[in-house]
């Protein structure tokens, strides 16, 4: 099977900035063999958060089916789904970093080194499992976003939408 060169998109989330891990992160991005493209910090404005995370309604249906309390019900997924994006929109107003990653099958990759976004289920040698000590439980009952440390592009398509956004 041939591996196509990718890029992909990490944000960097406060947690992970304010406990430093930055340096981490961009060390075990290098180990296999990725390269940094584009770096930059910086307070996003609230008007690219909201294009980061839309509220499209199949989006959000999307996110709140995440939690297995909703079941099949979308309307409750969706309602779940909008107070999800909208704790992320809040604490993603601080310093982030934000890299454009390159290499084979980048995407996949990078998703495999960042870990479970439910950082309770991340394996340990992840990033989130290393270093994040949230549950989306519990930042669901507490109404705010999990800290895990990062954002990584989902697929290919994701991060060429995410990449335009933040890069142009």
Same mark, same amino acid.
């Given at each position: 099977?041939?591996?196509?060169?990718? /890029?992909?998109?990490? &944000? @960097?989330?406060?947690?992970?900035?304010? #406990?430093?891990?930055?340096?981490? @992160? &961009?060390? /075990?991005?290098?180990?296999?063999?990725?390269?940094?493209?584009?770096?930059?910090?910086?307070?996003?404005?609230?008007? @690219?958060?909201?294009?980061?995370?839309?509220?499209?309604?199949?989006?959000? *249906?999307? *996110?709140?089916?995440?939690?297995?309390?909703?079941?099949?019900?979308?309307?409750? !997924?969706?309602?779940?789904?909008?107070?999800?994006?909208?704790?992320? #929109?809040?604490?993603?107003?601080?310093?982030?970093?934000?890299?454009?990653?390159?290499?084979?099958? !980048?995407?996949?990759?990078?998703?495999?080194? $960042?870990?479970?976004?439910?950082? +309770?289920? !991340?394996?340990?040698?992840? *990033? #989130?499992?290393?270093? +994040?000590?949230?549950? *989306?439980?519990? !930042?669901?009952?507490?109404? #705010?976003?999990?800290?895990?440390?990062?954002? $990584?592009?989902?697929?290919?398509?994701? +991060?060429?939408?995410? &990449?335009?956004?933040?890069?142009?």
């Amino acid at each position: 099977m041939v591996k196509r060169i990718e /890029r992909t998109l990490i &944000i @960097i989330k406060p947690d992970g900035v304010k #406990r430093d891990l930055t340096q981490e @992160i &961009i060390k /075990r991005i290098e180990s296999i063999n990725l390269k940094i493209k584009f770096k930059n910090e910086l307070i996003p404005s609230e008007d @690219i958060l909201k294009k980061h995370y839309p509220n499209d309604e199949d989006y959000l *249906i999307s *996110i709140g089916m995440k939690n297995k309390s909703v079941g099949n019900d979308k309307e409750r !997924a969706k309602q779940l789904g909008l107070m999800v994006v909208n704790n992320l #929109r809040f604490y993603l107003q601080d310093k982030i970093v934000v890299m454009l990653i390159e290499g084979e099958s !980048a995407v996949e990759v990078v998703r495999k080194l $960042a870990g479970n976004t439910d950082t +309770a289920k !991340a394996q340990e040698g992840t *990033i #989130r499992g290393d270093f +994040a000590k949230d549950s *989306i439980e519990k !930042a669901n009952k507490e109404m #705010r976003a999990v800290r895990n440390i990062l954002h $990584a592009s989902s697929s290919v398509e994701d +991060a060429e939408k995410e &990449i335009g956004l933040w890069f142009g």
